[in-house]
């Protein structure tokens, strides 16, 4: 029997790596359009208290929430001091929660893989790359994870006490993100096919019902904005009409069937190799164990893993941050498939050289190459052009303290971001120019920069900064006046 | 008499009062607040500006003029690109594709090009990377007989405004990437070293080459 440190530290130790991976230089990286467009709601929320859920363009408001006594710890107050390391902390903390979460839903498989699925999981390069992103996809993996630790311990044990804090999960699930019901039903799936049993408790309907109203309270807590915006409840249902349109349709961000798969397979891009061939291979070794042994976990994890592929590649709307969703699973199986080999030395060696591989892949990623735009994670990302217009802003207000600084574009995110700071009333922002477009500072798009030039009374220096891979603002600078 | 001066006095009063009322102050006009947005889309179509009417201007250079950096060697700042050769920059493939061009790492980067022997540019044709709207930050072309550049060194571009790369401030202007390349003057500087130098561009922080070519005639 091992001691209770020798049995716990490799798991400390894998918590730990998680930790680093999620954490470390979590600034560097320049705010994403959708990480910017959310820091300033939750900014709105810090400073004043306010926030409604947004049924159109905006997720749900656990995001928001989580983040506010992680900025009270580090004294941030204001929309001002808030800062990329706090907002992007939630993620990164619940990233980590979701590995040790991972862990404990592996323990039927034994205690070293639930331990080499916690590791996969730790470094995989989706989980990692999106626990350092300020979106709501890491907390609703971590969020559904523990819903599937607390039910599988109610299934055990029969403890109502387990029922209702399933029934929280399921909430803060539902109050992350409208999609929160996919996972659910396809577990619901998954473990109706696989699992004969029956659970302990005698009374699985009272406990199920408990859990039920748990889960609604707890959302509609959230939804209402904790009393405060009673329409938020309505709006909360209101919102799959936009997100079975969006799902429909793809709304511009249409891809192959094969999209997410490809993530774990092998591509070149621009000179850059972007591959997960061993930790796949192993996933898929892990079906293969599942369909040949009894264990009914497995089959149940392997068949959840499979619904969820399905139902995320069938929908033309893809973003990549849904691979996150299919890391939990893949790492599940591969474990089950190294758990399934004869020889325990060579078990672990392939564990530790497809962990060092994916580690790799994820140095690539997550530190290398953040936002190129040969990075599969790297979504329409902001270049780190975006970085130098907030000194500039200020330059140009130190000339002219009254401005205005014009940000004249399409597209201006995450613009508002790094101008937070500045008085609401020196920056605005507009569509296209009008007759009176002059100011102290100019962000144009190229397009609106043509239309722009002949309306602008003053003298201006042009130069370019980009504001995403493709997307070029110009920026007027004025021209000092003669002496 | 007494009432006529009190008179006097408030009509005084009530003009300056008009007047400081008149006194002109700040306008201050509410701005618009950035609108929230859902994810932007990928981009289908480059954000390009308004394409050029009719062919490029042509570059009048002395008759004799040849091709002179074909396959010459070429030296960098990052010696050791994670993608692609140096040997591409004078390799005559400006295709711009996978594998036809050098990336170097962020920061300042320069590559330079060594002629053989000293020569009178005429032109200076780049082409940094084409298949992306995108901009160079601090584009710097000098010529210099002295391969590590310290002395007798001619600027013929400069686009680095506020000297970010310490190879003084710059006056040109900034321009987008095209298949075209940028086409500049050699102004007659003779030397027998081309250096190029740059900081990253408006994608990524990145450096790129797909072809450089030199063209000029052998000083005497």
């Known amino acids: 029997m091992p001691s209770p440190v020798s049995r716990w530290l490799p798991l400390a130790l894998v918590a730990l790596v998680a930790l680093w991976l999620r954490t470390h230089d979590l600034a560097s990286r320049p705010m994403h359009a959708d990480e910017a467009n959310q820091a300033l709601k939750t900014g709105e929320l810090l400073e004043h208290g306010r926030y409604a859920f947004d049924p159109h363009d905006h997720h749900g408001p656990t995001l928001y929430y989580a983040t506010l006594p992680i900025a009270w710890l580090r004294g941030e107050t204001t929309l001002a001091a808030l800062s990329e390391t706090t907002v992007r902390l939630v993620p990164a903390l619940a990233g980590t929660l979701g590995v040790i979460l991972l862990f404990l839903l592996a323990r039927s498989l034994g205690h070293w893989p639930a331990l080499t699925a916690a590791a996969l999981m730790a470094v995989a390069p989706a989980s990692v790359y999106y626990s350092r992103y300020f979106i709501q996809e890491t907390l609703l993996v971590s969020c559904t994870l523990a819903t599937f630790v607390c039910a599988q311990r109610w299934w055990q044990t029969g403890l109502t006490r387990w029922a209702v804090a399933a029934g929280i999960c399921i909430g803060l699930m539902q109050a992350t993100k409208a999609s929160a019901p996919l996972f659910l039903v396809a577990a619901l799936i998954a473990v109706l096919l696989t699992v004969r049993s029956r659970p302990v408790t005698r009374r699985p309907r009272r406990d199920l019902i408990a859990a039920l109203i748990t889960a609604l309270a707890v959302a509609a807590l959230f939804y209402s904005s904790f009393g405060t915006h009673f329409s938020g409840l309505r709006d909360a249902i209101g919102t799959y009409t936009a997100v079975s349109t969006r799902a429909a349709t793809g709304s511009g961000h249409e891809k192959p069937w094969w999209y997410y798969l490809g993530f774990f397979g092998w591509h070149r891009e621009g000179g850059l190799l972007w591959q997960q061939l061993a930790f796949s291979t192993l996933a898929f070794c892990g079906v293969l164990v599942a369909f040949a042994t009894p264990q009914k976990i497995l089959r149940c994890a392997a068949l959840y893993t499979a619904l969820i592929v399905a139902a995320l590649s069938l929908a033309p709307y893809k973003t990549p941050w849904h691979t996150v969703h299919l890391v939990p699973g893949f790492a599940f199986l591969a474990a089950a498939a190294l758990a399934a080999l004869p020889l325990r030395l060579f078990a672990f060696a392939t564990a530790g050289l497809v962990v060092a591989l994916q580690y790799k892949q994820t140095q690539l990623a997550a530190f290398l190459r953040p936002v190129d735009a040969r990075n599969p994670y790297a979504y329409v990302h902001s270049s780190p052009d975006v970085l130098k217009i907030r000194a500039l802003a200020e330059t140009a207000l130190a000339r002219a303290p009254t401005g205005p600084i014009r940000i004249i574009s399409e597209e201006y995110w995450p613009i508002p971001w790094y101008l937070r700071a500045l008085p609401p009333t020196s920056v605005g922002y507009w569509s296209t120019p009008s007759t009176s477009s002059d100011g102290a500072l100019i962000i144009a798009s190229t397009t609106q920069a043509v239309t722009l030039r002949p309306l602008l009374l003053g003298r201006y220096t042009e130069s370019y900064l980009g504001l995403r891979p493709g997307f070029l603002l110009v920026i007027f600078t004025p021209k000092p006046a003669a002496p | ?220």
């Not at chain 2, 006009?29 to 009719?54: C, D, H, M, S, W």
């Not at chain 2, 050769?85 to 790492?105: H, N, R």
């Open chain 2, 1 to 220: 008499m007494k009432r006529s001066r009190l008179s006097l006095i408030l009509a005084l009063l009530a003009l300056t009062g008009a007047v400081r009322a008149a006194d002109p102050v700040p306008l201050r006009v509410e701005l618009p607040k950035p609108l929230f947005a859902g994810t932007p889309r990928p981009i289908q179509l480059p954000n390009l500006e308004k394409p050029r009417t009719g062919k490029r201007p042509d570059l009048m250079v002395p008759a004799g003029t040849a091709l002179l950096s074909k396959g010459k060697p070429v030296t960098s700042s990052d010696s050791l690109p994670v993608i692609g050769e140096l040997t591409f920059i004078t390799d005559g493939d400006k295709s711009g594709t996978d594998g036809t061009y050098v990336e170097l790492g962020p920061t300042p980067q320069w590559v330079q090009i060594d002629l053989g022997a000293a020569a009178k540019i005429a032109a200076v044709a780049i082409w940094h990377f084409h298949s992306q709207a995108r901009v160079y930050h601090d584009v710097v072309v000098q010529v210099s007989n002295d391969k590590d550049f310290k002395a007798g060194v001619t600027t013929i571009f400069n686009n680095d405004e506020d000297n970010s790369s310490k190879l003084g401030k710059g006056t040109d202007l900034a321009y987008i990437e095209n298949f075209e390349g940028k086409l500049l003057d050699g102004k007659g500087a003779t030397g027998r070293y081309v250096r190029l130098s740059s900081n990253g561009n408006t994608s990524d922080e990145l450096n790129h080459y797909c072809e450089v070519e030199v063209y000029g005639a052998p000083a005497k």
